[in-house]
Nanobody, 117 residues
Framework: VQLVESGGGLVQPGGSLRLSCAAS????????MSWYRQAPGKERELVAF????????NYADSVKGRFTISRDNAKNTVSLQMNSLKLEDTAVYYC???????????WGQGTQVTVSS
């Protein structure tokens, strides 16, 4: 099982980044997918969630209207489009897969997003 995030980097405030998470080794279409983030000295927090079919999404209040989660079950990928980035969005972003009915739970290794002028 692998979840490999990519797309992180350094961006100025107001800029955009698109994170991707490539999944392998499990039945991707049977899993809810989420993006989490963890800033230095803070707890890991849920950023965005998408159902296995991609028909429902949910977002943290702090990113609503700026971030969009999407998935492609044919390509086993989930993405996070991040617009209007703020300094406080700086964190390591993690991809998470949770089986919709069974206790299978996987995490990626994380990708650093730094918002700085």
């Amino acid at each position: 099982v692998q979840l490999v995030e990519s797309g992180g980097g350094l961006v100025q405030p107001g800029g955009s980044l698109r994170l991707s998470c490539a999944a392998s080794g499990f039945m991707f279409s049977s899993y809810y997918m989420s993006w989490y983030r963890q800033a230095p000295g803070k707890e890991r927090e849920l950023v965005a969630f998408i159902t296995s079919a991609g028909d429902r999404t949910n977002y943290a209040d702090s990113v609503k209207g700026r971030f969009t989660i999407s998935r492609d079950n044919a390509k086993n990928t989930v993405s996070l489009q991040m617009n209007s980035l703020k300094l406080e969005d700086t964190a390591v972003y993690y991809c998470r897969a949770q089986h919709r009915t069974r206790d299978f739970d996987y995490w990626g290794q994380g990708t650093q997003v730094t918002v700085s002028s």
